[in-house]
């Protein structure tokens, strides 16, 4: 509980309140991009360190900065995250790629927008290690395998698709720590506001009065008119659209991942109360 403290006030100091980290790399499967709000970027530097990483930092070469009415850009094409790895093995990463940074412009220039897009990376392993375990061909194969993907660790990986169910989740999250609710009425409070708009008619816009000519009329003639037009302009209620209510499988299956998420994050026995720090 300490630790997630000290990384939110960690993010608290350096970033905004609405602010949002980008990745984006390339896996074996394809191009990858997670995008993570405030709530969750403590957990992401927490997870780098959980992976086994020891250090952290970053080496900007010939950045270029840009000012605006309310920002400042920081765009480095030659930015390298570098890791000191102490676990599985003593293994430093180089990875390469461009850091965009956007800043509020005022007197604690916290970060908007962090943008890290990955191009290559590097895994180096002191020859001193490689002489000492020389003589046995396994640990040598063993050191010769990648400890990371792209540069980042399977904790991180895994914690970034679990991002991609955990940002639509972040109204039931909210909820939950105002209101003090269980996830199901939660899920069921959100659903019903979101059918509410779902269902409710759009606002007529306004029109404009305009002046028109009496047109001189016997009074037959216009009784007929005013009956006719009388009911003509009746229309039949509005009913309700059965396809615009929310199926009771979106339901099951919104609430199937938020226990999922709650199961992840801190196991299936654990009280939400104790964690409140992290549901936003």
């Keep these: ?141 063993q050191l010769s395998k990648n400890i990371t993907r792209m540069g980042l660790t399977n904790f991180t990986l895994n914690y970034l698709r679990l991002c991609v169910i955990l940002e639509p989740m972040q109204e039931l999250m909210s909820r939950h720590k105002t209101y003090n609710l269980s996830p199901r009425d939660c899920l069921k409070t959100c659903l019903f506001q979101k059918w509410q708009r779902m269902v409710a008619p759009p606002a007529e816009p306004t029109r404009q009065t305009t002046t028109k000519r009496r047109k001189r009329k016997n009074s037959t003639s216009s009784t007929g008119n005013n009956t006719n037009s009388t009911y003509s302009k009746k229309k039949p209620a509005a009913s309700l659209n059965v396809s615009s209510q929310v199926p009771v499988s979106v339901v099951r299956l919104m609430l199937v991942l938020y226990n999922l998420y709650v199961t992840l994050c801190w196991g299936p026995k654990q009280n939400l109360s104790r964690h409140s720090e992290w549901i936003v």
């Excluded at 997670?34 to 900007?60: A, C, K, M, N, Q």
């Excluded at 890791?83 to 970060?111: A, N, S, W, Y």
């Design 1 to 141: 509980d300490s630790d997630n403290l000290w990384w939110d006030a960690f993010t608290t100091e350096f970033f905004e309140d609405d602010a949002t980290l980008t990745l984006s790399f390339c896996l074996e499967d394809g191009p990858k991009r997670y995008t993570i709000g405030r709530t969750l970027i403590p957990r992401y530097f927490s997870t780098v360190f959980e992976g086994g990483v020891t250090d952290l930092y970053y080496i900007l070469k010939h950045s270029k900065e840009s000012y605006h009415n309310s920002s400042i850009t920081v765009d480095c094409d030659q930015c390298t995250m570098v890791t000191q790895h102490g676990k599985p093995m003593f293994t430093k990463v180089c990875t390469e790629g461009r850091l965009i940074l956007e800043f509020t412009f005022d007197d604690l220039m916290r970060i908007k927008t962090w943008h890290f897009t990955i191009r290559q990376y590097r895994e180096l392993v002191p020859r001193s290690i490689l002489a000492m375990h020389a003589p046995d061909p396994q640990v040598l194969e």
